[in-house]
């Protein structure tokens, strides 16, 4: 199927799209007119962070309000959109996943950073004063390098992996029992399965022979991580599909059904309907009036 959204790289968000960048680091207050359509989806992982302002962001369908020394993530394939904002102070830092794992002989490293493709909590975090005040100071060094004529890669990874690690202590802090690495390490790597495959009607049993665990073990970690069964999470991203699909295609509803693999048209508007509390169609007049005109 068509592409219905734009898919932006690094180089977009400096408005050069020619531009191959794999890391980059902008404040707000520098930042010109984006050559950018909302709603999109990046290529790239992006951290901001705001000083000051309030800002609602929108990732698929969910409105968060952002306040002051606040830190928003945005992941890969994530349908984003920067819905509204007071004057604002802060930036983004910008990152793809090859730039942070060169040379990394853990490939996990990325997944094992449970805010980021984060699925199932919220996408932002506003740690304590000093934590926060912390975590600055490393920004801070991370474009004071940047800006350098003769700035190092290698010395943006390691500023860029010490960001990701106090961000990770943080959200680590917040939690009374944060989930193991090994849980976190699985269910991302199932989530990218569902991601690959939610239009071929696997079932958890071929999610959990292709990911060489038993099924009951799969259930037993996507519960402990979002507690919603496996089942649930293939579900879902089929609906969030038919969700977008309804909001920005001119498919109809049978179209949009059979092309999720769902043949049953009466079935997938119950499913629908018990994921949403609303039928397709009640849905996609809802949602046509709030993003069309974008």
């Known amino acids: ?33 984006l050559d950018i359509e909302d709603p999109h989806k990046h290529t790239f992982y992006e951290i901001l962070w705001f000083d000051e302002g309030v800002s609602s962001q929108v990732i698929d369908y969910q409105e968060y309000e952002i306040h002051p020394q606040t830190l928003f993530f945005i992941s890969p394939n994530q349908l984003h959109h920067f819905e509204e904002y007071q004057p604002l102070k802060g930036g983004s830092v910008f990152f793809t996943e090859d730039f942070f794992l060169f040379n990394q002989q853990n490939k996990d490293q990325l997944f094992e950073l449970s805010f980021l493709d984060n699925f199932y909590s919220q996408p932002f975090l506003k740690p304590d004063e000093k934590t926060y005040s912390i975590i600055r100071r490393v920004i801070d060094l991370l474009i004071v390098e940047k800006q350098r004529k003769d700035w190092s890669r290698e010395i ?7 960001l990701l690690g106090l961000i990770q202590r943080s959200v680590d802090s917040d939690n009374f029992e944060p989930v193991s690495k090994r ?28 990911l060489n665990v ?25 609906i969030l599909e038919a969700k977008r699909l309804l909001t920005f295609s001119d498919l109809s509803v049978s179209e949009i059904a059979s092309d999720l ?14 994921e949403t509390d609303s039928s397709p169609k009640e849905f996609r007049s809802i949602m046509s009036e709030k993003y069309q005109n974008l």
């Open 1 to 33: 199927m068509k592409k219905i959204f734009p898919h932006y790289n690094i180089g977009h968000f400096i408005n050069e799209p020619d531009n191959p960048t794999e890391f980059e680091i902008t404040r707000f207050e520098e930042m010109g007119e």
């Open 156 to 162: 943006s990874r390691a500023l860029l992996q010490t």
């Open 183 to 210: 849980y976190i390490i699985l269910y991302k790597k199932l989530k990218n399965l569902i991601e690959q495959h939610y239009r071929e009607n696997l079932t958890a049993s071929d999610y959990a022979e292709r």
């Open 214 to 238: 038993t099924q009951h073990h799969l259930n037993l970690v996507a519960k402990e991580v979002t507690n919603r069964t496996t089942t649930d999470l293939i579900r879902a991203r089929s």
């Open 261 to 274: 693999g769902f043949f049953d048209l009466s079935y997938f508007a119950k499913v629908f309907k018990a």
